[in-house]
């Protein structure tokens, strides 16, 4: 039995590295939302601040809003990813994130 298209099928992933109080991470979050409505990805959002993100907590602590895109290829279990984050830190706008997509995806 062979996969259907739909299961070969990639992705971007978007993760969000966050905290409370970051008016920049609300700019971020608002500016995704935006896009999420042109673009379709996954969205993941990680309060680098909350118990049990100590990893997180100890790269970007000081450097909040991050966002890592990365190409997910989606397998018949877990989806794989095949790319490396790219990453965008503090201050970023709709079209540095849609190029990273795109990069991401493979179109770039």
């Given at each position: 039995?062979?996969?259907?298209?739909?299961?070969?099928?990639?992705?971007?992933?978007?993760?969000?590295?966050?905290?409370?109080?970051?008016?920049?991470c609300?700019?971020?979050?608002?500016?995704?939302?935006?896009?999420?409505?042109?673009?379709?990805?996954?969205?993941?959002?990680?309060?680098?601040?909350?118990?049990?993100?100590?990893?997180?907590?100890?790269?970007?602590e000081?450097?909040?809003?991050?966002v890592?895109?990365?190409?997910?290829?989606?397998?018949?279990?877990?989806?794989?990813?095949i790319?490396?984050a790219?990453?965008?830190?503090?201050?970023?706008?709709?079209?540095?994130?849609?190029?990273?997509?795109?990069?991401?995806?493979?179109?770039?």
């Amino acid at each position: 039995m062979r996969p259907s298209q739909r299961l070969l099928q990639h992705t971007a992933r978007i993760t969000l590295f966050t905290r409370a109080n970051c008016s920049l991470c609300e700019t971020a979050k608002a500016m995704l939302r935006g896009l999420e409505k042109r673009r379709s990805f996954e969205y993941k959002e990680v309060d680098v601040m909350a118990e049990g993100q100590k990893e997180w907590r100890e790269l970007y602590e000081f450097d909040t809003p991050v966002v890592h895109i990365q190409r997910v290829f989606h397998t018949y279990s877990e989806p794989n990813i095949i790319t490396e984050a790219r990453k965008l830190m503090h201050r970023f706008d709709e079209t540095q994130v849609e190029a990273l997509i795109d990069e991401a995806e493979g179109y770039a």
